[in-house]
């Protein structure tokens, strides 16, 4: 397949700053590409990122305002689009940040002529699930689509690795202060988590193949049980934590209960009910698509929360 990319053409990732950016801009680097630009609005997160990438230019806007940040987009040979709001107790966040910051990045996709597009989408448009999350990311998708701009879409399961505050990551650290670990009824409850190192890979390989139109649904090549994503945690830290399962129920209650004292809840109860929805999501063969061989789920797990390079590194929700 034609690589359409140099490693001098200049590469913009909308919110760069979170876990999926992070990540990519690590992969990018490591495969020699060198004019980056990073756009997002968390300070905190873009320090990071800054510290680790100096090279890398950064721009601390808000997407959902219009604003001087889109003269970034001048001159850029491709656009990822990461930018998401993920969890939150109001619908009116997403709306903000996934619909009309959406709405913007296009905008000034169109306004600089930006030749291709790599817009990560989720899983959850093939969901049964119906929150906030999911109806904003699949309305998303559908901007995306119809914006008549040369573009793929990356459609990924749950993601762990490096940086990461939220899931696993949060998961993981909790696990470590804990004596006890509560896990909902049994912890039956298949996921198809995609590590973001091989995800990233495969973003980009999209971005230098640039297939026109399409939508790749990018799933975990392991169907694990959430208990059992636990235990594996467990065995990699080395870790005494007890697992005690409660009543599906009072764990709900517990959450709501928490979100009231929390401004963002690491674990809300939509999650809950998308984790008891019994999503089976299919998804293609990373390998023959994008020469991306998924890195088995142990060892994925041992690199994310055990690797001394990054594992230590927290980004701020």
Not at 305 to 313: F, G, M, N, T
Request: glycine share 6%; charged share 20%; with cysteine.
């Amino acid at each position: 397949m034609t690589n359409h990319l140099s490693h001098d053409d200049k590469i913009v990732i909308t919110g760069a700053a979170g876990l999926v950016g992070q990540n990519l801009i690590v992969e990018l680097e490591a495969q020699g590409y060198r004019n980056l630009v990073a756009i997002d609005k968390h300070h905190y997160n873009l320090c990071v990122l800054r510290d680790l990438h100096p090279e890398v230019v950064i721009v601390e806007s808000d997407l959902a305002e219009p604003g001087p940040w889109a003269d970034a987009f001048a001159g850029a040979a491709v656009v990822v689009q990461l930018h998401a709001q993920i969890t939150g107790k109001h619908h009116a966040d997403f709306e903000r940040n996934n619909i009309d910051a959406t709405r913007h990045v296009l905008d000034a996709c169109k306004r600089h002529a930006v030749p291709y597009l790599v817009h990560i989408s989720s899983s959850v448009v093939n969901s049964v699930a119906d929150d906030s999350y999911t109806r904003t990311k699949k309305a998303q998708e559908a901007l995306v689509v119809q914006c008549g701009l040369r573009h793929c879409v990356l459609r990924p399961t749950l993601m762990f690795g490096w940086f990461d505050p939220k899931h696993l990551g949060w998961l993981s650290r909790f696990m470590a202060k804990t004596p006890v670990f509560p896990i909902p009824g049994d912890g039956r409850f298949m996921r198809q988590p995609l590590y973001e190192r091989d995800f990233c890979r495969c973003i980009v390989k999209a971005m230098q193949t640039q297939p026109e139109g399409a939508v790749y649904d990018i799933v975990g090549d392991t169907r694990v049980d959430y208990v059992d994503i636990i235990r594996t945690i467990k065995k990699a830290k080395r870790l005494r934590t007890l697992i005690v399962p409660i009543p599906i129920g009072l764990f709900a209650f517990l959450l709501r209960t928490y979100a009231l004292f929390s401004r963002k809840p690491p674990f809300t109860a939509d999650q809950l009910n998308a984790l008891r929805a019994g999503d089976d999501f299919c998804g293609i063969d990373t390998l023959v698509t994008f020469g991306v061989r998924q890195t088995p789920f142990e060892q994925a797990i041992a690199e994310s929360y055990c690797d001394p390079r990054y594992s230590h590194i927290v980004l701020r929700r």
